[in-house]
């Protein structure tokens, strides 16, 4: 009985050695966080950059900023990088298993272009109103002039069709199809679309209600 006990004891410390080793082996290089705020700007505004990676890091732009670097430490940010154009940056962990994922992970910052359709996943009710919202996260430069052309599109048909906007600042304004509103309110926030089934027209399956955005800059 004796004999058991010793050699479980010597079992037990056996783990307790080990574990570390366990636990390091389990650590593998990766991306853990990206981000590139905000991620639609006016042109010659600036966007922030942070991240954080396991093992060794590269930071690669697409077009590269003057005198960029794309070696950088496993963790950190950049702020006040300047773009003029459509920017892409991608966070890159040289080490990492590509298999497993996490290699890398890529975000754009995009430079505003008129007339850019955003469409929002609407829920309808009994009463045939649906309702959606989109957010836009843009610098405080960026500014909607107009709405127009709205439509919805239920299941693979996109149709024409009136839709209602509430912006983040501002009052409830409805599109008819195929013509416009006027706006000059900033682009930053959370923007409410609604619509009124007309008789014959199905929620089922939940539709998305469609409005080109024209943005400029302030």
């Known amino acids: ?23 390091l082996a389990c650590t593998h290089d990766g991306v ?5 705020k ?18 060794r890091a590269q930071l690669k732009a697409t077009p590269p900023p003057p005198n960029w ?18 920017m892409t940056f991608v966070i890159i962990a040289p080490d990492a298993n590509q298999a497993r994922g996490r290699s890398y992970a890529m975000q ?5 272009a008129q007339e850019e359709p955003r469409a929002a996943k609407a829920t309808c009710t009994d009463a045939g ?5 989109i957010t836009i996260n843009a610098d405080s430069s960026v500014r909607v002039s107009k709405l127009a052309n709205p439509a ?4 693979f048909k996109l149709a024409d069709h009136e839709v209602c906007v509430t912006p983040p600042t501002g009052n409830r304004i409805c599109v008819a199809p195929k013509s416009s509103a006027p706006l000059d309110l900033p682009a930053n926030g959370k923007w409410l679309f609604d619509m009124k089934l007309a008789e014959g027209e199905s929620g089922d399956p939940p539709p998305l209600l469609r409005v080109e955005f024209d943005f400029g800059c302030k």
């Open 69 to 86: 670097n794309e070696q950088i430490p496993s963790q950190g940010s950049l702020s006040a990088v300047r773009v003029s154009s459509d």
């Open 108 to 112: 754009t910052a995009q430079v505003t």
């Open 1 to 23: 009985m004796r004999s058991l006990s010793l050699g479980a004891h010597v079992r037990g410390w056996v783990l307790l050695v080990l574990l570390p080793f366990a636990m």
């Open 32 to 36: 853990v966080a990206f981000n590139v």
């Open 152 to 155: 919805w599109r239920s299941g």
């Open 38 to 55: 905000p991620p639609l700007v006016c042109p010659g505004k600036t966007v922030d950059i942070s991240w954080q990676v396991q093992g």
């Open 129 to 133: 109103v649906c309702t959606g919202e």
